[in-house]
C-alpha cells in the first residue's frame, strides 16, 4: 500500500510559477512509475507528466516546455515545476503512482489567474 500526500498547489497570477510535491509512504518508491494528473471542473482527469522509474519523461503536449517533473528517490518524493502558468492550467493536481496497482493523493488546488 502506498499513500501520496501533495503540496505546493495555491493562487498564482498568470505567467507565474508553482512547484507541487507529493511524499510517498512505503519503501516501493524507486521501483513506481510517478505521475501528475489535473481534472478541471466538469472534465475528465488527464495526464500531465509520467516519470519512470529510469528517469525519461512523458508530458501532455499542453505543458511541453512549462512543466517540469523529477523525482528524488532519497526522499520518496516528485515533484512538478509549474512555470509560465496560464489560465487554462487552472484545475485540482492529483498525484498518481503504479506498480501493479494504481494510488492517487488527494489532489491539491491549482488557480491560475488572468
Known amino acids: 500500500q502506498v499513500q501520496l500526500v501533495e503540496s505546493g498547489g495555491g493562487l498564482v497570477q498568470s505567467g507565474g510559477s508553482l512547484r507541487l510535491s507529493c511524499a510517498a509512504s512505503?519503501?516501493?518508491?524507486?521501483?513506481?512509475?510517478m505521475g501528475w494528473y489535473r481534472q478541471a471542473p466538469g472534465k475528465q482527469r488527464d495526464m500531465v507528466a509520467e516519470i519512470r522509474t529510469s528517469g525519461s519523461t512523458t508530458y501532455a503536449n499542453s505543458v511541453k516546455g512549462r512543466f517540469t517533473i523529477s523525482r528524488d528517490n532519497a526522499k520518496n518524493t516528485v515533484y512538478l515545476q509549474m512555470d509560465s502558468l496560464k489560465p487554462e492550467d487552472t484545475a485540482v493536481y492529483y498525484c498518481?503512482?503504479?506498480?501493479?496497482?494504481?494510488?492517487w493523493g488527494q489532489g491539491t488546488q491549482v488557480t491560475v489567474s488572468s
Open positions: 512505503g519503501s516501493m518508491f524507486s521501483r513506481l512509475v
Open positions: 498518481n503512482a503504479r506498480l501493479v496497482s494504481a494510488y
